[in-house]
């Protein structure tokens, strides 16, 4: 038996142990979802220990460094860890922005003692972390930011608004990007890190047309933010937020993948317009739209895995991240319409039992940020036009 | 296995690219069409293949060929799609070869076949639309069988040497089991083919068997078991025409991103506007995606994975290929404007080829259908 084969075999054996029952259920609600965070409070016992116990083996993060909290896995083996848990529809014991964002960031540019202090606690879901990227007049053209960082000694004193900042009134700490520096738009910016708790930081919920408000304008008056705070040069942080948009948009484009097992569009259809006697669903033009879906959805599938196989053997171009996410997150928003056509009637219901299960129409409105947040389609289209086919500027 | 070519692959890539584009480019086929040719593709074209060692690309290397897989056929049919070569490669070289794999008829038919000697077709249609039913009839007589019916898109049928036929020994057209696969020589008494010249100047016969006799001998596999091979035959012709697809809607991508980057208009290249800058990278989305899927079914094939699983990923291929190179021509034409209208321009060509392949082993709509029903709806 090979190293792998070995490791494959002692995971099943761990996580069939580990993994409580409840943890290998879909996720049906928001509530379910793990963040962690200082105020973290477990929707049911099995959430917490089900990060406890993958927090301790690093398997939250499992192909970073040990000594960062990581599991020190090889790329290999992470494949097979994740194989292993898509096999018995294993939960990600964990979400977070720290992970996803930020830890990929600190890791590249930070310095052996910001790694220390902050990718531990990420690893072990004890900091809740939130992305202050985008400013009422900085969105698309996000280089454009106005918030200001006055140099202050040892410190910056930062003034101005951010705006979408996903779950900035549940999040312990911000990754910020601030100017200090007026001479050059993109050369004038630094990435800063700061705790919410800091005197000066306020957030005020938006309200969603999904009815949900987990997105905040967050406001930032003469906060103080040490400068050992700084992750790479000041002045450089648009570095740094590039190479994290990269890992946001991959993150992002995994949502194109659908839950794996069982296939909710299918069986909400089979649920509500029925079989017809050959076995077929009984609306064929659902039944065609469906189809031609699942092909694309599958095809997805595929180059989501060539995707990770290319980054891992360091042959993947540098932009492909935006075409993951162009083509992810549009076959989601596809998806949940079709959820919502399968659904019928029943997947209007806004607060109901129902509507937690399989299509709700939250859900569904919620979809269309995707092709909004952490950059628009069209500027993913302007990428891949520029660095990958080439085609000249305007 | 990762989801990309590996060292050898890609030389072999490199290999096959230089070769079909030196052999037979788009000009290749546009001298054939103009001549009005015959055969439909060149027989020293077939031999060179031969040549090269890659008619034998999927024949076990004990029977002479060079013992590679799916992946390694597809990296030549791509080629050949990009460069719209007319050739034997598909029918004869991937799909006949699995459908013989393994059986007493491989002997008779594959060194011919490495030699650039032998052209195979399939005579598996019936309909104008690909299906699994098998009407053609073959009953018992003396020590063989006696064929009689019809069969349509038989590409290559009215020159090839070797046809493999799905033959109904046993119940009616739409059932399952009593379909029985015959290797028959095309010149058997009582078969006759009416080549038509079709959309992209390839050549397809509808093909007559009036009382054909074949030996017993004729039969691959068993009597009766004939969905064994054909499944093999189906499942690598379908991969294979992905293949060939994602090379046609390639060569026309590359062709259209190229002149957008060349033509001119308003003082400037016309690349420059967003409004074609952004259909072109959802064009080379689309490609990206179909490729990914159509490297998932070829290495699937390949690593001989559970037979669900590889049918599932053939027909995602099959279907998305259809697709994503639809796309590709039709954009192609549009962004070329006036001139993508022109028979003197390649483009044209591209749509063409890309329709008749999208036909060819079940379209988009029997591949999405095959998928829904194994998924239970
Ligand atoms: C649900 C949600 C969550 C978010 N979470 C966060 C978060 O946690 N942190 C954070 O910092 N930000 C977050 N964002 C902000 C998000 O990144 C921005 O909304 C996004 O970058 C678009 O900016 P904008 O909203 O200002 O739109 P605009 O930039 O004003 O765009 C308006 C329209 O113009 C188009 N457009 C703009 N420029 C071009 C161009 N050059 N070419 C073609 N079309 C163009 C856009 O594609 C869009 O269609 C979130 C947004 C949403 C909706």
Redesign the interface.
């Known amino acids: 038996m090979s190293g792998l084969d070995t490791f494959r075999a002692d995971t099943r054996v761990w996580l069939a142990e580990n993994c409580p029952p409840e943890m290998r259920e879909p996720v049906r609600s928001d509530a379910d979802i793990c963040w962690g965070g200082r105020h973290f409070a477990p929707s049911s016992p099995a959430q917490k220990d089900w990060l406890d116990r993958m927090a301790a083996r690093g398997w939250t993060v499992p192909d970073w460094p040990k000594e960062y909290g990581g599991g020190g896995l090889s790329a290999a083996e992470t494949k097979v860890l994740r194989e292993e848990m898509a096999a018995i529809r294993a939960r990600n014991p964990l979400n977070s922005f720290g992970i996803s964002m930020l830890g990929p960031a600190l890791l590249k540019y930070g310095t052996e003692e910001q790694k220390l202090e902050h990718l531990p606690k990420i690893a072990r879901g004890e900091i809740r972390w939130c992305q202050g990227y985008s400013e009422p007049n900085a969105g698309s053209d996000l280089a454009g930011l106005a918030a200001s960082a006055e140099d202050g000694g040892d410190h910056y004193i930062v003034n101005g608004q951010k705006v979408w900042t996903s779950y900035a009134d549940k999040a312990d700490w911000i990754f910020c990007l601030v100017r200090t520096s007026k001479a050059s738009k993109q050369g004038g910016i630094s990435f800063v890190l700061f705790d919410m708790e800091s005197p000066g930081v306020s957030t005020k919920p938006i309200l969603l047309i999904s009815g949900y408000s987990p997105f905040c304008e967050t406001f930032m008056d003469n906060v103080k933010v040490p400068k050992a705070n700084r992750i790479h040069d000041e002045n450089k942080g648009w570095d740094v937020a590039k190479y994290l948009l990269g890992h946001e948009r991959e993150m992002i484009s995994g949502m194109g993948l659908g839950g794996g097992g069982r296939n909710p569009l299918i069986e909400g259809a089979i649920a509500t317009v029925g079989l017809d006697h050959d076995g077929r669903l009984a609306d064929p033009v659902l039944r065609t739209q469906i189809a031609l879906f699942e092909v694309r959805a599958k095809a997805f599938a595929a180059m989501s895995e060539r995707f990770i196989d290319e980054l891992k053997a360091g042959r993947a171009h540098p932009a492909q991240p935006s075409m993951m996410k162009y083509v992810g997150t549009e076959l989601n928003k596809d998806r949940h319409e079709l959820m919502m056509a399968a659904g019928g009637s029943d997947a209007l219901e806004w607060e109901s039992e129902r509507s937690n299960t399989g299509a709700a129409p939250r859900a569904w409105l919620r979809t269309k940020a995707n092709s909004i947040e952490g950059g628009t389609s069209e500027v993913q289209l302007n990428i891949i036009a520029k660095r990958i086919l080439e085609l000249p500027g305007a | 296995m990762?989801?990309?070519l590996n060292e050898e692959q890609t030389m072999l890539r490199d290999t096959a690219k230089d070769f079909v584009a030196e052999h037979a480019p788009v000009s290749h086929l546009r001298a054939l069409r103009d001549a009005n040719d015959a055969t439909g593709f060149s027989r020293d074209l077939w031999k060179q293949f031969a040549e090269m060692g890659l008619n034998g690309i999927l024949i076990p290397e004990a029977q002479g060929g060079l013992g590679l897989g799916h992946v390694e056929a597809g990296v030549v049919l791509e080629e050949i799609g990009r460069n719209l070569s007319p050739s034997p490669f598909l029918t004869t070289a991937v799909a006949a070869v699995e459908a013989l794999k393994g059986s007493a008829q491989a002997d008779r038919w594959f060194p011919g076949i490495v030699a650039g000697e032998t052209v195979a077709a399939l005579a598996i249609d019936e309909g104008a639309k690909h299906r699994d039913a098998v009407a053609l009839k073959a009953e018992r007589s003396g020590n063989g069988f006696r064929l009689t019916g019809a069969k349509r898109f038989v590409t290559h049928g009215h020159v090839a040497d070797l046809l493999i036929v799905a033959a109904r020994t046993a119940g009616s057209p739409d059932d399952a089991e009593g379909v029985t696969l015959f290797a028959v020589p095309r010149d058997a008494a009582g078969l006759t083919a009416s080549p038509e010249r079709l959309a992209d100047s390839s050549l397809a016969a509808r093909m007559a068997f009036e009382g054909v006799e074949v030996d017993a001998d004729a039969v691959i596999g068993e009597v009766d078991a004939g969905r064994d091979p054909l499944g093999r035959l189906l499942r690598a012709g379908r991969t294979g025409a992905a293949a060939e697809l994602l090379g046609i809607g390639g060569g026309a991508m590359d062709m259209t991103?190229g002149y957008?980057?060349e033509r001119k208009q308003f003082g400037?290249?016309i690349?420059?506007?967003?409004a074609?800058?952004?259909r072109?990278?959802?064009l080379?989305?689309?490609m990206?995606?179909?490729?990914?899927?159509v490297?998932?079914a070829q290495q699937l094939l390949d690593t001989g994975a559970d037979a669900e699983m590889v049918d599932?990923?053939v027909?995602?291929?099959k279907?998305?290929t259809g697709?994503a190179t639809t796309l590709s021509v039709q954009e192609g034409i549009q962004m070329h404007g006036g001139i993508g209208m022109t028979d003197e321009y390649d483009i044209g060509f591209y749509m063409k080829r890309a329709r008749v392949l999208a036909e060819m082993f079940g379209d988009?709509?029997f591949?999405?259908?095959r998928?829904?029903?194994a998924?239970?709806?």
Not at chain 2, 271 to 274: A, K, L
């Open positions: 990762p989801l990309y991103v957008l980057k400037v290249a690349g420059s506007f967003q074609l800058q952004h072109a990278a959802h080379y989305s689309e990206e995606v179909a490729r990914a899927a490297l998932k599932g990923a027909s995602i291929a279907a998305i697709m988009v709509g591949h999405a259908d998928l829904a029903k998924a239970g709806y």
